[in-house]
Each structure stands twice: as structure tokens, then as C-alpha cells.
Nanobody
């Protein structure tokens, strides 16, 4: 069983920054593609960013491109999401996810095998 634990969420004013962390209890963490998703109540879970196993390749949703940065430290089994210039529309529960193999694309929630419990990010205007 793979466990992912997010931390770093909170309340921040618009224009501010937060860094989310996700620690994975996975012995082969470095072989997983890691992603961040977010979800607002009543809406579908939305792709935010992904980082491939080597850490050199990343991808972002258009809505966060240029403001958010995903990174990973395989030695610490941890993936990060640095969020700058936050906007009220970034308010959501943010989830970390791990992908080993899937026939679904890496922007689809169905493409990830394991999920964390989520951390709330609230951006006030």
C-alpha cells in the first residue's frame, strides 16, 4: 500500500505564496510520475501539474503556468508545489498523486494509482 501525505496548505492573501509538500511512503518513489490536482466542492478534480520520474520533465495546466512550480527530491521521497501570485480562483483542496502505469493520460485523475488525503488552500481577495 502506497501512502502519500500532503502538507503546507493554509490561508493566504491574493498575490501571496505557499509551498505544498507531499511525502510518499514508497520504496520506489523515484520510479513514479507525481502529480498535483485540485478540487472545488461540486466540481471535478482538476489537473494542476505533473513531474516525471527523472524530475527533468514537467507539465502544467494553463491556468497555473508561470505561477506554480513542481519539483521533487527523490532522496527524500517528496514532491513540492511552489505556488506564487496566488489568486482567489486557486482556492481548492489540493491533492498529491502517484502514477506508475496507466492507459489514461497524465492530466487525467484516472491516470494516477495512489492519492493523498488533500490539503486545503484558501486565497482571500
Amino acid at each position: 500500500q502506497v501512502q502519500l501525505v500532503e502538507s503546507g496548505g493554509g490561508l493566504v492573501q491574493a498575490g501571496g505564496s505557499l509551498t505544498l509538500s507531499c511525502a510518499g511512503a514508497i520504496s520506489t518513489f523515484g520510479s513514479y510520475t507525481m502529480g498535483w490536482f485540485r478540487q472545488v466542492p461540486g466540481e471535478a478534480r482538476e489537473f494542476v501539474a505533473t513531474i516525471f520520474w527523472s524530475g527533468t520533465n514537467t507539465a502544467y495546466a494553463d491556468s497555473v503556468k508561470g505561477r506554480f512550480t513542481i519539483s521533487r527530491d527523490n532522496a527524500k521521497n517528496t514532491v513540492y508545489l511552489q505556488m506564487n501570485n496566488l489568486k482567489p480562483e486557486d482556492t481548492a483542496v489540493y491533492y498529491c498523486a502517484a502514477r506508475r502505469q496507466s492507459s489514461y493520460g497524465w492530466t487525467s485523475p484516472n491516470g494516477y494509482n495512489y492519492w493523498g488525503q488533500g490539503t486545503q488552500v484558501t486565497v482571500s481577495s
